[in-house]
Every structure is written in C-alpha cells, then in structure tokens.
C-alpha cells in the first residue's frame, strides 16, 4: 500500500485514546461482548480508527457469538495484512490494517460462506460510518 501512515508511539499516544493505543499499537484485545459493534446492525462500512483505511461491509458482517464484531471478508484483501501470531501458546493469523499496521484482531477458518473466514474484529480498532445513498 502505497499511502502507509508512519507515526510514533507519542503521536499515536496524542490521537488515540488510551483503550485505542492498547490495542491498535500494542496489540491488545477489548473484553468480549463489551465493544459498541458488538450488537451493531447499521448499513455502512468500517473503518480503523487508527488512520481511516477502509475494511469491512455491513454486509459481510455476521454474529459469530464470540463477543465481538465478525466479518466473513474485507472489502478488499489489500487493506488488511494477516500475519502469523504464535503468542499466548496458540497458533493464530493477526489481522492487521496494511494502512498503519494497527493490530485489528485475528482471521479463522470458522466463518459462514461464501469465504468461511471469520475476521474477529475489537470494537475500539474500528469506527463505522453509515451509507448516504438512500434506496
């Protein structure tokens, strides 16, 4: 991706808020069924809340019951990196935005069709913003 954001830890610190940077930055991970798109059905896309990139549909979003918001699939492969993730003694695939390389959450295989992915997405990694277009 070619318009990557590069910044530091202070100015990620100055726009982030503090449940942000945990887990944007460090890689944390929100209390399930506590994050605002959890229970979240509005039409519209999501995107970081770290830098704006663009990441999921409404429509590829789905209740998986793990307590957070669940995607079967991007809306484009370019705008998230997954990438190995062998901590906490499980083997996992991290789901990083390729726009700022904020940690987002983690891809499994368990997901509905048509893909069977399930991108297990933190709340507070994200915004939302509502379709305009009245049909």
Known sequence: MSD???????????????EQFYVLRQKGTERPFSGKFEKFDEKGHYVCAG???????????????????SFFDAIDKSKVKQI???????????????????HLGHIFNDGPRPTGMRYCINSVSIDFKADTIKK
Do not use: Y
Request: glycine fraction near 12%; aromatic fraction near 8%.
């Open 84 to 102: 190995p993730d062998n901590s906490h003694g499980m083997r996992r695939i991290e789901v990083q935005c390729a726009k700022c390389g904020g």
């Open 51 to 69: 830098c704006g990139n663009d990441l999921f549909s409404s429509d590829t979003k789905f209740d998986a019951g793990c307590g957070w918001p």
């Open 4 to 18: 990557t954001v590069n910044k530091s830890e202070d100015e990620w610190k100055n726009i982030l808020t503090s």
